[in-house]
């Protein structure tokens, strides 16, 4: 069996990359790789995975963010804590340090002991090719440096873009730090065997961006689910009385839920639904939404929502397969990447409602039959929303083009992975 150094500092981490890494960890050795994680230590014991120790290499590093929130007395960044109401995080001090002075990100003080502890663990075994992801960059200039010291073959994985990434606008806050930025991903790319994009815009762009330096088109390989996830737990959760929306994953800057709720209002006017008819079962992180509270007081919400915070990602799971909708948001300016949440609703069986203009994100809704989409409009949502409550006080299934929808499995897309990490072994 061959060997692949996966080169990832946020593996304990929750969110959407942490688990596409841990489901390509899991079923790479099924596509002929034994897979050696690199990756920060794990400081919170929610987040830590029974996983083969031998195969997880935990480098500690400096984390400003982390000792700046112990200095104040304040829990870890990524500690999962109840939360009564919905609050937004603000974008403080630390992040204008990492923004300013840490390119190309905050994860940079953990290259080095990375680098070296990678050193000394290819003296005592043999690897076959190392593969990281990108974001955190950090992960893909390290990626690139192993795979040179070590003369193996590099694989970079681009699940959203570094420079010209349009969630990322103040990443990047002066020509000197965007000059930087390009520079340090063309190096990177220089290094790379192979280029994995997790969308059709990202490998266009980067296409676009770098094309001198690429050895071949990059290849595209979305994210996936794991129906194993879902037959592990119990039975379908039953479906509560009242109609369900949930949002299961970050809620951040542009990923804004003004319009969502401007068009709830609507439809709860029109219809005149009571908190007992409606629930929005809302989960995860809320960074960068200043004016939160005011937004849900105006628009009169606050009775019908259930916000349960962080929580671990299987119960996520089963509350996103107790709703009757899951609901995407998909900025108005980014065509390019594409929310791994619509993914996780295939696999629970739970129709999408995406807001979102025509991209991507709407093409795979319209193959796999997920779900509705409808513009940035308050009353295209609401009108999408009546439609989805409507079918579920029909009592039928939804109706999915399941063809598509295998094609998101991760057997299949683990195979991908796999058969890339062949091809740049057959390059060196």
Same mark, same amino acid.
């Given at each position: 069996?061959?060997?692949?150094?996966?080169?990832?500092?946020?593996?304990?981490?929750?969110?959407?990359?942490?688990?596409?890494?841990?489901?390509?960890?899991?079923?790479?050795?099924?596509?002929?790789?034994?897979?050696?994680?690199?990756?920060?230590?794990?400081?919170?014991?929610?987040?830590?995975?029974?996983?083969?120790?031998?195969?997880?290499?935990?480098?500690?590093?400096?984390?400003?963010?982390?000792?700046?929130?112990?200095?104040?007395?304040?829990?870890?960044?990524?500690?999962?804590?109840?939360?009564?109401?919905?609050?937004?995080?603000?974008?403080?001090?630390?992040?204008?340090?990492?923004?300013?002075?840490?390119?190309?990100?905050?994860?940079?003080?953990?290259?080095?002991?990375?680098?070296?502890?990678?050193?000394?663990?290819?003296?005592?075994?043999?690897?076959?090719?190392?593969?990281?992801?990108?974001?955190?960059?950090?992960?893909?200039?390290?990626?690139?440096?192993?795979?040179?010291?070590?003369?193996?073959?590099?694989?970079?994985?681009?699940?959203?873009?570094?420079?010209?990434?349009?969630?990322?606008?103040?990443?990047?806050?002066?020509?000197?730090?965007?000059?930087?930025?390009?520079?340090?991903?063309?190096?990177?790319?220089?290094?790379?065997?192979?280029?994995?994009? !997790?969308?059709?815009? $990202?490998?266009?762009?980067?296409? &676009?961006? /770098?094309? #001198?330096? @690429?050895?071949?088109? +990059?290849?595209?390989?979305?994210?996936?689910?794991?129906?194993?996830?879902?037959?592990?737990?119990?039975?379908?959760?039953?479906?509560?009385?009242?109609?369900?929306?949930?949002?299961?994953?970050?809620?951040?800057?542009?990923?804004?839920?003004?319009?969502?709720?401007?068009?709830?209002?609507?439809?709860?006017?029109?219809?005149?639904?009571?908190?007992?008819?409606?629930?929005?079962?809302?989960?995860?992180?809320?960074?960068?939404?200043?004016? !939160?509270?005011?937004? $849900?007081?105006?628009?009169?919400? &606050?009775? /019908?929502? #259930?916000? @349960?915070?962080?929580? +671990?990602?299987?119960?996520?799971?089963?509350?996103?397969?107790?709703?009757?909708?899951?609901?995407?948001?998909?900025?108005?300016?980014?065509?390019?990447?594409?929310?791994?949440?619509?993914?996780?609703?295939?696999?629970?069986?739970?129709?999408?409602?995406?807001?979102?203009?025509?991209?991507?994100?709407?093409?795979?809704?319209?193959?796999?039959?997920?779900?509705?989409?409808?513009?940035?409009?308050?009353?295209?949502?609401?009108?999408?929303?009546?439609?989805?409550?409507?079918?579920?006080?029909?009592?039928?299934?939804?109706?999915?083009?399941?063809?598509?929808?295998?094609?998101?499995?991760?057997?299949?897309?683990?195979?991908?992975?796999?058969?890339?990490?062949?091809?740049?072994?057959?390059?060196?």
């Amino acid at each position: 069996m061959k060997r692949v150094l996966i080169v990832f500092n946020s593996f304990y981490t929750p969110g959407m990359a942490h688990n596409r890494l841990l489901r390509i960890f899991r079923h790479l050795p099924r596509h002929g790789y034994e897979p050696v994680m690199l990756t920060d230590v794990c400081r919170h014991e929610p987040f830590k995975f029974d996983l083969p120790a031998d195969r997880v290499e935990q480098v500690p590093c400096f984390d400003l963010q982390y000792a700046y929130m112990k200095l104040r007395g304040e829990k870890g960044p990524n500690s999962a804590t109840p939360a009564l109401k919905p609050e937004s995080r603000a974008i403080g001090f630390t992040t204008f340090i990492n923004r300013w002075f840490l390119v190309p990100d905050k994860q940079i003080f953990w290259s080095s002991p990375a680098r070296r502890a990678a050193r000394a663990r290819g003296l005592r075994e043999k690897f076959d090719v190392v593969f990281a992801s990108n974001l955190p960059a950090t992960n893909g200039i390290t990626g690139a440096k192993i795979a040179r010291t070590l003369g193996l073959p590099f694989v970079i994985e681009y699940r959203d873009l570094w420079t010209g990434n349009p969630y990322h606008n103040l990443t990047h806050p002066t020509v000197l730090h965007r000059a930087l930025h390009a520079r340090l991903e063309r190096a990177m790319l220089q290094k790379a065997s192979c280029v994995s994009c !997790l969308s059709t815009g $990202i490998s266009d762009r980067i296409s &676009e961006m /770098y094309n #001198d330096v @690429l050895i071949g088109k +990059p290849q595209i390989n979305y994210n996936f689910f794991d129906p194993d996830e879902f037959s592990a737990t119990a039975l379908t959760p039953q479906k509560p009385g009242a109609f369900t929306i949930s949002y299961v994953g970050a809620m951040y800057l542009s990923r804004n839920p003004e319009i969502f709720f401007r068009g709830l209002r609507m439809f709860i006017t029109r219809h005149q639904i009571s908190p007992g008819q409606f629930r929005f079962r809302w989960l995860g992180l809320i960074v960068g939404i200043a004016d !939160l509270q005011e937004m $849900i007081h105006r628009n009169g919400i &606050e009775p /019908y929502i #259930d916000f @349960l915070g962080q929580i +671990p990602h299987g119960d996520a799971l089963n509350e996103l397969r107790r709703s009757h909708v899951s609901l995407v948001i998909q900025s108005a300016d980014d065509a390019i990447h594409i929310p791994g949440k619509i993914f996780e609703a295939m696999g629970a069986r739970v129709p999408l409602l995406a807001i979102a203009n025509p991209c991507e994100v709407t093409n795979i809704i319209d193959r796999t039959h997920s779900g509705l989409h409808c513009p940035h409009d308050p009353d295209a949502v609401a009108d999408t929303i009546e439609k989805l409550w409507k079918h579920s006080l029909s009592g039928s299934a939804w109706k999915y083009e399941y063809s598509e929808v295998c094609k998101f499995s991760v057997d299949r897309a683990v195979a991908r992975i796999a058969g890339l990490l062949d091809e740049a072994i057959a390059r060196t």
